[in-house]
Structure formats: structure tokens, C-alpha cells
């Protein structure tokens, strides 16, 4: 997907979630062929300034669409994301085994929430409704998990 298409789809749903104008937003592409991220975000939350990362070099996801929305919703739950885990550091000491709890289950539903959110979005936006499986295409068969694994009887 060329550059200018990317800019038309960001600004695009930068209005749908009303994310403009009470948060300054811009789209900067990455060329670095290194980076292992197909989208990410930096963000000053007192200023209100976000700058969203999209993978051009390599993205490992194939709808680019996908994951502008994608990491909209994490500028759209932000506020919500940092009332948890400031939550999560004040009653968790660190290093602790229940702390470790609380951040992987709180990140794996923020995770799982946002990209069901973005599923939702495209199908009822989007040009490219065609959902990435990259994640599942690298991952074993359910089938090929228990190669291998003795019986108990």
C-alpha cells in the first residue's frame, strides 16, 4: 500500500473514532527494516500528541488498514490503560508474582479488546474488510501441539 493511501485511511479513521481534534495526531511510516513491530504508538498524554508507527519496510500483518485501526484504539483506551496500571503499581509490589499476574492479564484482555474492537470497525468501514491470519498462519496446528505427547494410561 503506497504512502498517500496509508495518509487517506489514517485520517480517515482519526475522524471516525474522534480521536481529532482533542488529541494531535500524525502518521509516520518506519523504513527500517529491522523493526519487528507492524504498528505502534508514541504518545505524550499531557500534551495530547500521538504519532502512530506503521511498519513499511517489513509489516508482518498484510492489512495495513488493520492495524492503522488497530492502533487507534490504543489512543482511544489510553485513559483507561493508564488508570489500570497505575492501579496495577500501586497495589502490586514490584517484582512480585502477583503483580506479573495482574500486568500479563490485564495486557492480554487490553490486547484481545482492542483488536476485537478494530475487527468491528473495519467490517463496518473498511475498504480492506479481509482479516490479517499471519499470527495463525506461523503457529502450530491443534493437530501438531500433541505430537508427540505421551498417553497418561
Not at 133 to 141: M, N, V
Request: net charge negative; glycine share 4%; with cysteine.
Amino acid at each position: 500500500m503506497n504512502e498517500e493511501k496509508l495518509n487517506e485511511l489514517f485520517e480517515k479513521y482519526v475522524r471516525k473514532l474522534r480521536i481529532s481534534p482533542q488529541w494531535d495526531v500524525k502518521l509516520e511510516l518506519v523504513r527500517d527494516p529491522e523493526w519487528r513491530k507492524t504498528g505502534d504508538f508514541k504518545i505524550d498524554c499531557d500534551d495530547r500528541k500521538a504519532i502512530l508507527l506503521i511498519n513499511s519496510a517489513n509489516p508482518r500483518n498484510a492489512n495495513l488498514e488493520e492495524v492503522i485501526v488497530h492502533e487507534l484504539m490504543h489512543i482511544k483506551l489510553y485513559p483507561l490503560d493508564q488508570v489500570t496500571e497505575s492501579l496495577i503499581v500501586s497495589n502490586f509490589g514490584e517484582g512480585t508474582p502477583a503483580r506479573e499476574f495482574a500486568y500479563t492479564q490485564f495486557f492480554t484482555a487490553l490486547e484481545q479488546t482492542v483488536a476485537e474492537l478494530a475487527k468491528c470497525f473495519l467490517l463496518e468501514f473498511g475498504e480492506d474488510r479481509e482479516l490479517s491470519f499471519g499470527r495463525c498462519e506461523k503457529t502450530k496446528s491443534f493437530n501438531d501441539l500433541y505430537d508427540g505427547l505421551k498417553s497418561i494410561e
